[in-house]
């Protein structure tokens, strides 16, 4: 190993560790619902809106950019050892200290690389840095101001006698906004193992999915959909992405069809002419009718 890489054994900084995640990964509604981190790779230094029945979210990025649905895999995972906690024990916690080979575990990755740990510091600070506007309320409490993932992210190296750098036990501390949807919302979803195998848009499908499919099959229109996902593409391209999708089929507990009705009531002209094209939707519908059932947790 260079002397550039992280250890993949880690040392101890904290007294307290909480407990590796035990079974499954979890998420809360809201941040399956919504788009609230980017699709792209690469930084996205350009603010993020969204606004639609009613709801508005406004979303700055960090000075490394917003933060990714990569980055969203850590989130994920410290809200996944909140819920265990408030399982195990009925109390809320909102500060959490791990070993990251414990979420390169949980996400699947076997063995992580010096790059997957430099990558995992950078999204650190990218869920520290992001700031979040919304008017989405959870806990029957309302937000009016930012507030970003983590209100505090810690993480430490350190260089052993080998010269080896030595990534040390991560400390994070949720946003209220999240402590309160796991805690008073409790709209806890599991996920499947296969989600961190998936491309952004296709881990977005898989999020809606979760979320409105329940034994039936569930239409969106592709324009509405498009917002849901985060898609920035053109409608055309982004129709493409998903008849590509739908065709390759990898997405774990759904499927996808991307299918063009006729209206019910088209419109017409003046001499009473159907007018108009056909409309594009995305239909999703679960591959088993009980696919990954929504998860409430009992006080």
Same mark, same amino acid.
């Given at each position: 190993?260079?002397?550039?890489?992280?250890?993949?054994t880690q040392g101890k900084?904290?007294?307290?560790l909480d407990s590796p995640l035990h079974g499954k990964v979890r998420g809360e509604q809201s941040i399956m619902d919504f788009p609230l981190f980017s699709l792209a790779k690469r930084p996205q230094m350009e603010a993020m809106t969204y606004e639609m029945d009613g709801v508005k979210i406004e979303i700055k990025p960090s000075s490394s950019g917003i933060a990714?649905?990569?980055?969203?895999?850590? $989130?994920?995972?410290?809200l996944s050892l909140m819920v265990q906690h408030l399982g195990r024990t009925g109390d809320v916690q909102n500060v959490f200290t791990f070993n990251a080979h414990d979420f390169f575990r949980a996400t699947g990755v076997a063995r992580p690389s010096s790059r997957d740990y430099e990558r995992f510091i950078e999204a650190l600070g990218r869920l520290q840095g992001t700031q979040i506007r919304t008017n989405i309320k959870t806990g029957t409490i309302g937000t009016r101001g930012f507030f970003s993932w983590f209100a505090e992210a810690q993480a430490s190296t350190r260089e052993t006698a080998s010269g080896i750098e030595q990534l040390m036990p991560v400390r994070v501390q949720l946003c209220d906004w999240l402590v309160r949807a796991v805690s008073r919302d409790r709209r806890i979803y599991d996920y499947h193992n296969d989600y961190f195998r998936l491309g952004s848009i296709?881990?977005?499908?898989?999020?809606?999915?979760?979320?409105?499919?329940r034994e039936e099959e569930y239409e969106?229109? $592709?324009e509405i959909l498009g917002a849901k996902i985060g898609s920035t593409s053109p409608l055309r391209t982004l129709k493409s992405q998903l008849k590509k999708i739908a065709l390759e089929d990898k997405m774990p507990a759904y499927s996808i069809e991307v299918r063009e009705v006729v209206p019910k009531?088209?419109?017409?002209?003046?001499?009473?002419?159907?007018?108009?094209?056909?409309e594009t939707v995305v239909v999703m519908r679960p591959k088993d009718r009980a696919a990954n059932p929504r998860v409430m947790l009992v006080a």
């Open positions: 190993m260079d002397s550039r890489d992280v250890a993949l900084l904290f007294d307290y990714t649905m990569w980055d969203k895999e850590i $989130l994920i995972y410290v296709e881990r977005r499908l898989y999020e809606l999915a979760h979320c409105y499919c969106m229109p $592709l009531t088209p419109a017409r002209d003046k001499l009473g002419r159907k007018v108009g094209k056909p």
